[in-house]
């Protein structure tokens, strides 16, 4: 049952979030993009760290998601960065991977849970991409 | 966790404000107005206005109100930039469009993640209460 109710909380924290960025930040489809693959990405670790070790996610999902805005610290200072590094797109993802986590916490390995949440992760990414690129 | 959203929201928004130059004392030449184009020309270009020795990163508004070679002036926290250049003329600032809709956007977001993380506690309170 907890796939269930984490699986939900996931989905609608992903709805409620990505539908309050294109209503009030719709002219600017590229925060939405950093949000979706920050969460999409943080996501995806997450996921990963349930299937390799099985571990309940608590303070160790804190560190995934610290070394998840890291590593989105790096790529929007080198490769993502085109004109500057803008602190705006580094909030927006960052806050996208502290969703992905909070929604996460407390989670043990549910295989169903596991599928769901890296199923999502490539597909979150890829929208992201998408509305921050296209 | 919480902390971390909310001071990422704050960031939002004070990065989105802080374009506006609203919050800042500005005090000199304009030295240069540079457009840097990014993913989508026209849309998320950055604005670059050099005032004497310093680079800040502006709105298009107010890059597009400077120009090369002004004297200006501003204290902080006001909503008005002085043209010393040309004596009673002065630029009226207002917050971006990024920042009014970080304003609805951001308490979206904390909330989302406030509600999330207390289903989160409660789910964990209540399985330790079964185990105990």
Not at chain 1, 59 to 75: E, P, Y
Not at chain 1, 112 to 134: E, K
């Amino acid at each position: 049952m907890m796939h269930k109710r984490v699986g939900l909380n996931l989905l609608l924290a992903i709805l409620a979030t990505g539908l309050a960025y294109l209503l009030f930040l719709g002219h600017r489809t590229d925060y939405l993009g950093h949000y979706l693959a920050g969460l999409g990405a943080t996501l995806g670790l997450l996921a990963l760290f349930l299937l390799v070790t099985g571990r309940e996610l608590g303070w160790n999902a804190l560190a995934i998601t610290l070394v998840a805005i890291g590593l989105g610290f790096i790529t929007e200072s080198s490769i993502f960065r085109l004109a500057l590094f803008d602190p705006v797109d580094f909030c927006n993802q960052s806050l996208g991977a502290c969703v992905a986590c909070s929604c996460m916490l407390g989670t043990r390995r549910d295989r169903r849970l596991i599928v769901l949440a890296g199923g999502l992760s490539p597909i979150l990414v890829i929208v992201g991409f998408l509305f921050a690129f296209a | 966790m919480a902390l971390i959203v909310l001071a990422l929201c704050a960031g939002n928004l004070w990065f989105t404000l802080a374009r506006s130059t609203i919050p800042f004392e500005l005090n000199g030449k304009v030295e240069s107005v540079d457009v840097l184009t990014e993913k989508h020309p026209g849309l998320d270009d950055v604005y670059l206005v050099r005032i004497g020795d310093r680079e800040i990163q502006v709105d298009e508004a107010v890059a597009r109100s400077l120009r090369v070679g002004d004297h200006i002036r501003k204290d902080s926290w006001t909503w008005e930039i002085l043209n010393l250049s040309d004596v009673g003329t002065s630029i009226r600032l207002t917050p971006s469009k990024d920042f009014w809709g970080m304003g609805r956007t951001m308490p979206v977001v904390l909330i989302a993640a406030s509600l999330v993380l207390f289903t989160g506690r409660k789910r964990r309170t209540d399985r330790a209460e079964i185990i105990g």
